[in-house]
């Protein structure tokens, strides 16, 4: 074996430049598949990170407007929705809908304690909203139910809300009363959230924001977590019959999909995951590819080496030597160059989704509602160099392969006739 290695590393000595370019072929080949993974886990990622905080049976309904006529009347029409159409998703749907609540929002409140005040939105919420979304209760409680019953003015606000009003006089923020516009509001909890938000929302019972700021039975949108729904399909008869019912209450065409906004975060993420997939497949097929040029380079380049050898080979033969020696010959020499450069490529690859990861690791895009990362973790794990390493392998046999059998098929007497 120690005689092989020796075979290889001549050969590569006598021909630097030839084999350099050769190898930088594959190195880049395979550079770039570590890159395009990097990047593609990084936004992988990121999806599972933000699917991560919030419940994947959780649905949204937002009013919208109408786009086709029904009953008489014109499209156009604002929808708006009611407490009865709460009421109507836990009614219509106890199979499928574990809990369901709503929100309401009063914009632009100054809250005041003392000489300090901010001026935030007020979300009147039910009980179930921290099932949903990304809010964690960092001190006191959240709103419950006995809150939302007795229209209790309670207040959960965020910590940095709670930094600017209590922390010059370093009081206690639970149990202090705030002034919201002239009204009293006990502090009950403080929250922190994905991304604070700014900090721009405090958090009161539905029932008192309906009341105080004078919403009648106006809601904003309507939340509820879900059950016995774990297909697409189960989930998109749900909301055609969902639909139905809204529809019925609100007038409006059940097949008009703008008249309500379903946000199905279930389907979304089903969907999502499903293009993962397939651009996981797609950044291997174009790093194969890429690879693969590098590869015809090293084919190529052994056939040369074959060629140049013939009188070589010719006299191995003649004088005893077994084919499978001599195939096995090209195809660790085609095996070295491939995994050697690869590795480089790999080190080289490697080392840029660690700069990628410290330098964007952490992306994030603002969505109005929430903050969502956009990209995080573009990295590749030991599975991934794992299966690279054996794509060289692979790789290299097959570049050496046809090259070797060319070896093999060489005869004393062509061997002679060779320049």
Request: charged share 20%; net charge neutral; proline share 3%.
């Amino acid at each position: 074996m120690f005689d092989i290695w020796q075979e290889i590393y001549g050969t590569i000595k006598r021909n630097k430049l030839r084999t350099f370019l050769t190898g930088f072929a594959v190195a880049w080949g395979i550079f770039m598949l570590i890159v395009l993974l990097g990047a593609g886990n990084g936004i992988i990622h990121a999806f599972d990170q933000s699917s991560s905080e919030r419940a994947l049976n959780s649905i949204r309904i937002f009013p919208g407007w109408t786009s086709k006529p029904y009953a008489g009347l014109k499209e156009g029409r604002r929808v708006r929705l009611e407490n009865n159409d709460l009421e109507a998703t836990e009614k219509y749907f106890p199979d499928y809908v574990i809990s369901a609540g709503a929100t309401v929002r009063q914009s632009s409140v100054n809250v005041s304690f003392g000489q300090e005040y901010v001026n935030i939105s007020l979300l009147g919420v039910h009980p179930n909203y921290t099932e949903v979304e990304t809010v964690k209760t960092a001190d006191g409680r959240f709103i419950n139910q006995n809150d939302l019953k007795e229209r209790r003015k309670v207040m959960v606000i965020h910590k940095k809300t709670a930094e600017i009003l209590f922390g010059k006089t370093h009081t206690e923020p639970i149990g202090q009363f705030v002034n919201a516009s002239g009204v009293a509001y006990q502090v009950v909890g403080i929250y922190n959230d994905q991304g604070d938000r700014e900090a721009s929302e405090a958090y009161i019972p539905f029932s008192t924001l309906q009341t105080i700021y004078n919403k009648g039975e106006q809601l904003n949108n309507i939340i509820f977590t879900t059950k016995n729904l774990e297909t697409i399909e189960s989930n998109e008869i749900f909301e055609a019959n969902y639909r139905r019912v809204i529809g019925a209450s609100r007038r409006f065409d059940p097949q008009d999909n703008s008249a309500i906004w379903i946000w199905n975060r279930f389907t979304d993420y089903m969907r999502t995951q499903n293009a993962m997939g397939m651009l996981r497949t797609a950044i291997w097929v174009i790093g194969i590819f890429t690879l693969l040029s590098g590869i015809v380079g090293v084919s190529n380049i052994m056939l040369i080496t074959v060629k140049e050898r013939t009188r070589e080979f010719g006299i191995r033969k003649a004088l005893g030597a077994k084919p499978f020696s001599i195939l096995w010959l090209i195809i660790v020499e085609s095996v070295t160059i491939t995994t050697l450069f690869g590795y480089i490529g790999m080190v080289a690859g490697i080392a840029v989704t660690e700069w990628m990861n410290s330098a964007f690791g952490n992306q994030t895009m603002d969505a109005g509602m929430f903050q969502q990362t956009m990209f995080s973790n573009p990295t590749v794990d030991l599975s991934v160099a794992i299966q690279a390493t054996l794509t060289l392998i692979i790789a290299g046999t097959l570049a050496g392969f046809f090259p070797a059998r060319k070896a093999v098929s060489i005869s004393p007497i062509e061997a002679l006739r060779a320049d």
